[in-house]
């Protein structure tokens, strides 16, 4: 395969707040790759505001993509994000079937909940398509909500510990998923990112902000796209998304940044990449 490595980013364009392809499409670029977009939907912003425009794309998705098949177009990497209907969800599993070959990563950003709660678009079949949908990726990153929809664990609201998020991330695996990351897993003062590949264990600690700000799962896995893409370690990928992301947060919150607009990325992007 070719040196410029070229991924298929599956997910919405949100126009107005940082997250999904606004996310993706520059961390990707940032990092010498070039990021296809099929998009799952049109949205005025993320549906955490009270209000947005939702446009579903489920109905042109497989006509759009007919194309690149029908051009020759391959992807060193495949990465799904949020997914507005169930049939999205077969969409992407036909997808990958369709664009995998022996050199293609494939990385599922399971994005279904927050903070104990399925997003407003979301139901609880489609959370059942998402259990069916990570056996076919390599990498996989569930915030903690996310990790238990698909590990079966309840979600107690309780802060978890690596003990917990090891036993849940070894009951994902069995799925046949070789790696998971477990984002965004809280202690007092500390956010860990928890990583669990291939039977072994990695730990990515830093320090917690005080307010917690939209899209930051997309930065997270943008960013491990971006060195899977270039088939860089997953390892060196979690600690550079763990840092970026402490760092951005916090830069925002001096900047007076709102929760929902996103962690303030853009001035920071030359840093990716090296
Ligand atoms: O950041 C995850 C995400 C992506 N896309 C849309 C969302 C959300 C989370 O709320 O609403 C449209």
Redesign the pocket.
Known sequence: MSELKRVAAIN?M?GASR??LTVAIPVLTAYGVQCCALPTAI?SN???YDKFFFDDYTDKMRDYYRVWKETGMTFDCIYS??LGSEEQIDIVDEFIRDFRDSGTRVLVDP?MADDGKI?STYNEKMCDKMRHLIQYADVITPNVTEACILSGMPYTGEKITIDTARTMAKKIAKTGVETIIITGIKTDDKVINYVYSDGQDYVCISDIIPVYY??T??LFASIICGYMAQERSIFDAVTFASKFIARTAQYSYEQGIAPLDGVCFEKFLFEMGK
């Open positions: 919405d949100s997250c999904s949205l993320h549906t955490g994000g949020f994005v997003y939209a899209g799962g997309d």
